[in-house]
């Protein structure tokens, strides 16, 4: 028997958004309206922020489908918060929870060099210095 979707209260749905920058959290994704909620774990019930992420109706559709598993969806919640400029301790403690659950490793696959390891030259491209605003590298 499925379980009963409950009302998410009104502050958790303000701040996942604002921690997502208010777009869809699938990597390179653009979208930044028609976002919907996702259960990562997939019961309805369970709206612990921890379990909840915006995504936009076609990365949601595909999670639904598991076409974009939870362990992805994981990731991706790992991502947002890593990148989070202003991380409270309990957000941090979230993060180190899912840092725990999907190993540093998984975490590198998404986004090389985001769980502070070095992001490895790529074979055969050469890195182009970046100019600050004076034109200056």
């Not at 909840?52 to 598993?69: F, K, P, V, Y």
Request: charge should be negative; charged fraction near 30%; include cysteine.
């Amino acid at each position: 028997m499925a379980k009963e979707r409950t009302y998410i209260p009104v502050d958790i749905r303000r701040e996942l958004r604002v921690g997502q920058g208010h777009s869809c959290a699938v990597t390179f994704c653009t979208e930044s309206s028609n976002l919907e909620l996702h259960h990562i774990d997939g019961d309805p019930s369970s709206n612990a922020p921890e379990n909840l992420i915006w995504l936009c109706a076609n990365h949601h559709q595909m999670a639904t489908r598991e076409q974009i598993d939870a362990q992805e969806c994981r990731m991706y919640k790992a991502r947002i918060l890593e990148q989070g400029s202003a991380l409270t301790v309990g957000v941090r403690e979230m993060l180190d929870d899912l840092k725990a659950t999907i190993g540093k490793e998984a975490l590198e696959t998404l986004r090389p060099g985001m769980a502070g390891g070095r992001v490895p030259e790529a074979e055969g491209y050469a890195r182009v210095p970046v100019k600050d605003e004076y034109g200056e590298a």
